[in-house]
């Protein structure tokens, strides 16, 4: 049974930054590509960013130049450092694989960009 255990979520004002943290157990992490979703109140769950095993990655439009995405196979771990945060950043962060996809998601880690 996979675990995914999301956090380094908060409150941060607007320009300010997080970097969050995705552990992952019971499954196997190395060989696939991995994302990280959000979902913020009243909208669906989108791709922020994703991760191939070997490194390669993409960003939604919405948070390219400011998200960064990274891998620590070592330790099955995913992060994403966020700079520059917008009050629209403001959801429930979560990991995932992409395909094929885990069904059980993670707790998410509350991410809240307000002054």
């Known amino acids: 049974q996979v675990q995914l255990v999301e956090s380094g979520g908060g409150l941060v004002q607007p320009g300010g930054s997080l970097g969050l943290s995705c552990a992952v157990s019971?499954?196997?992490?190395?060989?696939?590509?991995m994302g990280w979703y959000r979902q913020a109140p009243g909208k669906q769950r989108e791709l922020v960013a994703r991760?191939?095993?070997?490194?390669?990655?993409m960003y939604a439009d919405s948070v390219k130049g400011r998200f960064t995405i990274s891998r620590d196979n070592a330790k099955n771990t995913v992060y994403l450092q966020m700079n520059s945060l917008k009050p629209e950043d403001t959801a429930v962060y979560y990991c995932?694989?992409?395909?094929?996809?885990?069904?059980?998601w993670g707790q998410g880690t509350q991410v809240t960009v307000s002054s």
């Open positions: 995932n694989r992409i395909f094929p996809q885990w069904t059980a």
């Open positions: 019971g499954s196997i992490f190395s060989g696939y590509t």
């Open positions: 991760i191939s095993s070997g490194g390669i990655t």
